[in-house]
């Protein structure tokens, strides 16, 4: 079988003069981590959120003026619609990467395959979940309100338990102490795109 034949064809991509922040919000809002960059229909690059955190966060710049194509991945691992599938694992393999733009011989994007797509079918979708540490209040006429003290995104949880569980570990091991020292309550709910 070739690439062709399970490649997603369906890809979001960010031209090369979109802010890193647009895409940082494509991403989210798209529940992804890898975009290609095209200009016009040809691939001239990927940018993945490692990419955004190294080249851009990391570095002090800012997001709202930095654009995709500073910094992009230029040197691009990709595959043909006609190359087998195992071809492209072995690409994967030897280059350490997860997804391979698909492109045709004119350098076009014409899909995109993932490594869960060639191990036999699409890894069930796992939301993010935001978890928001809160403490109740009292206003003026008494009334109980929550106020938001801490609010975690947790990604790779089948579940609002398992999300809160995670949630509650990282905030005891960044603070030194127990949750409640922080808020008096905590809910998780699914990242909802904006």
């Known amino acids: 079988m070739h690439v062709g034949k399970i490649a997603v064809k369906t890809v979001y991509t ?3 003069g979109a802010t890193v922040s ?3 919000q494509r991403m989210r809002q798209q529940d992804l981590r890898f975009m290609p960059v095209v200009e016009g229909d040809r691939l001239i690059g990927v940018i993945t959120d490692r990419d955004i955190v190294l080249r851009c966060v990391a570095e002090g710049t800012d997001p709202d003026t930095v654009v ?3 910094v992009m991945s230029r040197e691009i691992v990709c595959c043909f619609m006609g190359e087998s599938i195992e071809h492209a694992r072995t690409m994967m393999n ?3 990467v997860r997804r391979l733009p698909v492109i045709d011989k004119h350098n ?3 899909g995109l395959v993932a490594l869960a797509d060639l191990e036999g079918g699409i890894s069930p979708h796992k ?3 935001k978890v928001v540490f809160h403490k109740e209040v009292t206003d003026s006429r008494g009334q ?3 106020v938001a003290v801490k609010t975690v995104y947790i990604t790779g949880q089948n579940n609002r338990e398992q999300a809160q569980a995670a949630a509650v570990r990282r905030l005891e091991a960044e603070t030194g102490s127990a949750w ?9 709910e699914e990242e909802t795109s904006s």
């Open 127 to 129: 939301k993010g979940m």
């Open 94 to 96: 030897e280059h350490r």
């Open 108 to 110: 076009r994007l014409v």
């Open 144 to 146: 109980p309100h929550k």
């Open 180 to 188: 409640t020292n922080v808020a008096t309550g905590v809910e998780a």
């Open 22 to 24: 647009e895409t940082a």
């Open 68 to 70: 995709v194509q500073d």
């Open 14 to 16: 960010m031209p090369p």
